[in-house]
Nanobody
Framework: EVQLVESGGGLVQAGGSLRLSCAAS????????IGWFRQAPGKEREFVAA????????RYADSVKGRFTISGDNAKNTVYLQMNSLKPEDTAVYYC??????????????????WGQGTQVTVSS
């Protein structure tokens, strides 16, 4: 069974940092895309970052470029999202997702077919 489990969310002050983890089981994600999305109350789920290790492809939303870094550890089947210089507008539930996504569709949530349960990130001002 393909499964994704997120961890690492929490409450942090503006300007602080958090590192989210997405542990994958049931598949070897090197050839898959792992993406991070977030959803704030009353808003659509939006793309944050994605990585396809085998292709060396990484994508970021403009709103997080320069502040967030996505990376993967193939040995641990885990993808990380390092979030620095956090802002109150980064407050959301963060989800990781996976799928056999082509590089050109890495930013599209409809391209992913497996989702984690989400982890809450709250940034106070």
């Amino acid at each position: 069974e393909v499964q994704l489990v997120e961890s690492g969310g929490g409450l942090v002050q503006a300007g602080g940092s958090l590192r989210l983890s997405c542990a994958a089981s049931g598949f070897t994600f090197g050839d898959w895309v792992i993406g991070w999305f977030r959803q704030a109350p009353g808003k659509e789920r939006e793309f944050v970052a994605a990585i396809k290790s085998s292709a060396g492809s990484i994508r970021y939303a403009d709103s997080v470029k320069g502040r967030f870094t996505i990376s993967g550890d193939n040995a641990k089947n885990t993808v990380y999202l390092q979030m620095n210089s956090l802002k109150p507008e980064d407050t959301a539930v963060y989800y990781c997702a996976s799928g056999r996504v082509i590089v050109s569709s890495m930013t599209s949530k409809s391209a992913y077919d497996v989702w984690g349960q989400g982890t809450q990130v709250t940034v106070s001002s």
